[in-house]
């Protein structure tokens, strides 16, 4: 499984083309496990968009679990020796740590033994992890086995068989710096869409909002709109990545303590911000935590909001009074 795994493509982008300046360039590409789409409104310089195509590879070879050449690969299998990473590396994994202590444990970045185990692959026939595999697995989640070096650039896992996995933060990081690498190249009107986290530049060349679509969970449609300006749209959701065997559904976001898929009342958290890597955390944080915990959260946040679905697909949005 690659690395990047999606935490969900739950957004569409709408209304972009109506009553627009059709004069822009857009690239799409497969690229971080996703579909990868950059569109610049308000610049015809394909060198600065295929500049920042080329940034999610650069990443890519960072933060990946499966390419051996990544930071994140060599640490997780140095076998409990020091590994020298690039500063951004270290960044992230310092920021995913935040969310670690935040929730006790709950969202858990040394969850990847357990990952391994299930196949949301889209599988003719998928199958439930080995119980024995499972327990053994669960032994080696727990980041307190991290440790870094700030001066030395290093990062350690004291237990030898734990591994790391960025996937709930890094495709947020990179949507973020490739936001810093358009508006440094003068780019004022841009959508950038990895795989379902949008993140806005400005506003359309018209003046108006760009307009984000939320999708239904489990159907092929839009349950609300969002209007954003220069702000970051992530969603997480239980659907996009999922099998059923005798009637129970089996999603990719994973409860550290049984190894299995999380249970409780939601079905998708949309979470709006101006980071892009702050959305992609706590939209999966949120979705782990069930709703009571997740608005207890968010009550301490300033510009942060939220769209909940819940399996009675009732929505809760922290911008209604």
Known sequence: MSMLVTTAVCLSLLGCRAGMNTDYIKSTVVALDTVVTITLYDTKDQAVLDRAVSLCTDYEKLFSRTLPESDVYRINHSDGKPVKVDPQTLLLIKEALTYCDMTEGAVDITIAPVKELWDFSGSE?????????LTNALSHVDYHCITYDEEALTVTLTDQDAQIDLGFIAKGYIADRIKDYLISAGVKSAIIDLGGNVLAIGEKPDGTAFSIGIQTPFEDSVITVLSTRDSSVVTAGVYERCFTIDGVLYHHILDTKT???????LLSVTILSDSSMEGDALSTTCLILGSEKAKNLLEGMDGIDAIMITKDYEIYDTRTP
Do not use: I, K, M, R
């Open 259 to 265: 190894g299995y898929p999380v249970s409780n009342e």
């Open 125 to 133: 026939n998928p199958l439930l992890p080995d119980e024995a595999f």
